[in-house]
């Protein structure tokens, strides 16, 4: 949210007590704009952070930054659920830009997170051009779209048709729905694996973002008397001279088979006196975009979402899988984090990896930030190569390297924190 390339003593830099939270997190609205939240979502917040990864920074009685992280694990490729540092509540109040705020407290976070032994720090950045300072490469990115329902048709696989679905209260199948999710997590790098309370994000149902929509609906899928997925929605009634023109805003959806998620987006596509859906958020690589009968009058939009940090560069890159063997050195560079810096040798295949340090002459040269931006195998080693962010040292070892990081399912990050 702001740069400060200047200077300030630490001193004012400490953990968040409970009894301060408010006072915290009333900053970090401000900076943010000011606009108050719900109370639904202040509790919610408030409830879910975790005081002793919070951060501060005081000027005398004045809290002027503030920063935290949550105790994630989060799917790699290869399935295996690692534990991450969630960065969030990052603002520094326009009075004390370009002090050293946002470093002070981007340099005490990472050092807090290697304490802890977690290998990875992930965001979602408010501006992106504030983190690849700090390490931070863009690993994921979503798909928005304004889908014309009235002229796109869905075209459906085979097993639609046994597909079941009913209107539910949202909360009342909140734990149905939180097993579809559980499933699917080590399917998919990026997913998070919820921890208690988190859960309560999917109902957050505050009026303020509704847009004079409907509160949330939900339906639940059953195929063989099984719940295999849901969809959470909101409807936005609108009417023109000519007709209904409603909306349907997509909140949620997902499905164990592509028979169920193709049987809740032809619901969403045909409720009744809605001609528009509105989407955000979802993956990039979704079965929809290649089922629907006119892709451009859904308006695809591209746009980054999660940043990824390696804060121990030789336990993240042996936490995953290679999906094609691998052996490569790599001379990374890392001035935030001087403890990467220097030369790892990365040998795996898809069964397994190791990464350790190495005398050895460098195959590939880049900095943390690049092996943040391809670690969840949603950007190519070989466009960072092209973009001039990699720099092959031994022929054909950038090829080698990019087609190993790859993924078979695109990384994708299914809700904010």
């Not at 939270?21 to 900053?27: A, C, F, Q």
């Not at 690692?82 to 520094?92: F, H, K």
């Not at 326009?94 to 290998?119: F, I, K, N």
């Not at 559980?182 to 988190?198: F, T």
Request: glycine share 12%; aromatic share 8%.
């Amino acid at each position: 949210m702001s740069d400060d390339s200047g200077d300030l003593t630490r001193t004012g830099l400490r953990t968040l007590r409970r009894g301060e939270w408010d006072t915290w997190y009333g900053t970090l609205v401000r900076a943010f704009g000011g606009v108050p939240e719900s109370a639904e979502e202040l509790e919610l917040f408030s409830s879910l952070t975790e005081t002793d990864r919070s951060l501060g920074v005081w000027d005398g009685d004045e809290c002027v930054g503030t920063a935290g992280s949550f105790s994630f694990r989060m799917t790699v490729p290869g399935g295996a659920v690692v534990p991450v540092a969630g960065v969030t509540m990052v603002g520094v109040a326009a009075t004390h830009r370009r002090r050293g705020v946002l470093t002070s407290m981007m340099r005490r976070q990472l050092d807090d997170v290697r304490s802890l032994g977690e290998p990875l720090a992930v965001l979602t950045a408010s501006e992106p051009a504030i983190y690849g300072r700090f390490g931070y490469g863009a690993a994921t990115f979503q798909v928005n779209a304004e889908i014309d329902t009235a002229r796109v048709r869905l075209s459906v696989p085979d097993g639609t048709d046994d597909v079941r679905l009913r209107y539910a209260a949202p909360g009342d199948v909140l734990d149905a729905c939180e097993a579809v999710y559980a499933r699917l997590v080590p399917g998919r790098p990026g997913m998070l694996a919820r921890r208690p309370g988190w859960e309560r994000l999917g109902l957050l149902d505050p009026e303020s973002e509704r847009e004079g929509a409907s509160p949330l609906q939900c339906v639940l899928a059953r195929r063989g008397g099984e719940v295999t997925g849901f969809a959470r929605f909101r409807v936005r009634p609108a009417w023109r001279s000519e007709g209904p023109s409603g909306t349907v805003v997509l909140k949620d959806l997902a499905g164990l088979d592509p028979a169920t998620e193709a049987a809740l987006w032809r619901f969403l596509f045909g409720i009744d006196l809605t001609s528009t859906l509105a989407v955000r958020g979802r993956p990039v690589d979704e079965a929809w975009q290649h089922q629907v009968s006119d892709l451009r009058r859904c308006g695809p939009v591209l746009r980054d979402a999660l940043y990824v940090r390696l804060v121990d560069v030789g336990a993240a890159l042996a936490a995953r899988t290679y999906q094609a063997p691998v052996d490569v050195v790599f001379e990374v560079e890392d001035a935030f984090c001087p403890w990467n810096t220097g030369r790892w040798r990365l040998s795996g295949d898809a069964k397994g990896a190791s990464c350790e340090r190495t005398s050895d002459a460098a195959d590939l040269a880049l900095s943390v930030r690049e092996l943040g931006a391809a670690y969840l195998g949603g950007v190519s080693l070989a466009s960072l190569g092209a973009a001039g962010r990699v720099r092959q040292v031994r022929p054909g070892s950038l090829a080698e390297a990019s087609v190993g990081f790859g993924s078979d399912v695109a990384p994708w990050l299914p809700h904010g924190f």
